[in-house]
């Protein structure tokens, strides 16, 4: 059984392989976003329990394939060890976590937070992969597994937003901030724990890419730059989600003084 699931999980050689912004790359990005569109155009005509509950179901979705994966790393590995990289400190893995408990929550800024950094975190994975996607087939089940999990937690995030379940106020563009930074702190603690050298950047583990180590950068510099990339690009998401509401308001607007 141990060799027949490595031979399964573990075989990603093959005459084609997928790089970052190659054809297939582009293909997988193509799909999962006509799936949210999709799922979007399909959601829109429901009721606010059916949304509730989908939303909901995607959220556990989304955590069970983050926890599966994990426990099926050691059939990835030749090594056959756990992927202690999978741990929750890195945004992406750790927003699979805590979407769980957006649906069941009273808070619209935690709601706001978690949110607006599932977006982030997995819009910016799926564009740039970087070196996740080199020496790899396109159907393997390293490929597969983490263009799945990030597409859907992708997905959760967007439909959030498109169903109105969740709200981003521009007024509060702090609070993504707020969420970064214990995100930052948080990791932290994974890459001091895990790194005996973290101030040298030398260790495997780059938990949220403050270390340094896997862009070559000083470890005193590279939190802040990694905080200034992931803020900005939330900015934009807030400016997109802001700029769409307003535009459908003035439709509405619109539709209404012409029905009158």
Known sequence: MKKFLSDILGNTDGPIEITCFSIWHFLYIFLIAGAIIGAAFWLKGKSDATKHKTLKILALVTFGFYVVDFFLQPFVRSSFTLNIDKLPFHICTL????????????????????????????????????????????????????????????????????????????????????????????????????????????????????TGSTFGMSPYLMPFLTLAAFYSVTACIYGIYWLSTYLMAKHAAKRTAANN
């Open 95 to 210: 927003m699979g976590v805590m979407a769980i408990f957006v649906a069941n929550s009273k808070h619209d800024w935690f709601k706001e937070i978690i949110v607006a950094l599932a977006t982030t975190g997995a819009f910016m994975y799926l564009v740039y992969p970087g070196s996740a996607l080199g020496d790899n087939t396109p159907w393997c089940y390293k490929v597969v597994q983490t263009m799945l999990y990030h597409g859907l937690l992708l997905a959760w995030g967007i439909l959030s937003l498109t169903t109105g379940q969740v709200k981003l106020h521009i007024k509060k563009l702090w609070l993504p901030l707020v969420g970064m930074v214990c995100v930052a702190l948080w990791a932290t603690i994974g890459n001091v724990c895990y790194n005996t050298n973290y101030a040298g950047g030398s260790g495997h583990y780059d938990w949220f890419f403050l």
